[in-house]
């Protein structure tokens, strides 16, 4: 055997050391994005298990009107419209975190149930 020079040594101990080195960033790097890809699929089918909201609800978000469109494993897309028609893609990780309301009667729809009452009232006394 060769005696090996402390230079060689020490060039072959950082060499080993570079290489697991760059191997655990790999590793780490395809951990977090395989969590966060598993997270926000878990979220979607959360959202589209137990979500109460259903695509063509009409909802109030972050004080905006709009109409759900579509709800997708990785993200929600709603149609705002104020004013012009644009849209919004919320991921379903961030949908647990916003205040969204559904619209059960517009104010229109609201005051005509209001009327029907109101003729009622009226035309069984």
Known sequence: ???ITMTELSSQIWSDFGNSF?????YGVVA???FFAFRSI?????VK?????????QVIIDGEEGIICNVGL????VSIIN????????????LFNIRMERVILTEEQLYKKFQQ????????D
């Open 74 to 77: 990785f993200q929600t897309k």
């Open 1 to 3: 055997m060769d005696p």
């Open 42 to 46: 878990a979220s979607g089918l959360l």
């Open 83 to 94: 004013g012009k028609l644009k849209w919004r893609y919320i991921p379903n990780s961030q």
């Open 49 to 57: 298990m137990f979500s109460e909201f259903q695509p063509g609800d």
């Open 32 to 34: 977090a994005m395989a």
């Open 22 to 26: 760059s191997q655990v960033v790999f």
């Open 117 to 124: 009452n109101e003729d009622n009232k009226n035309g069984t």
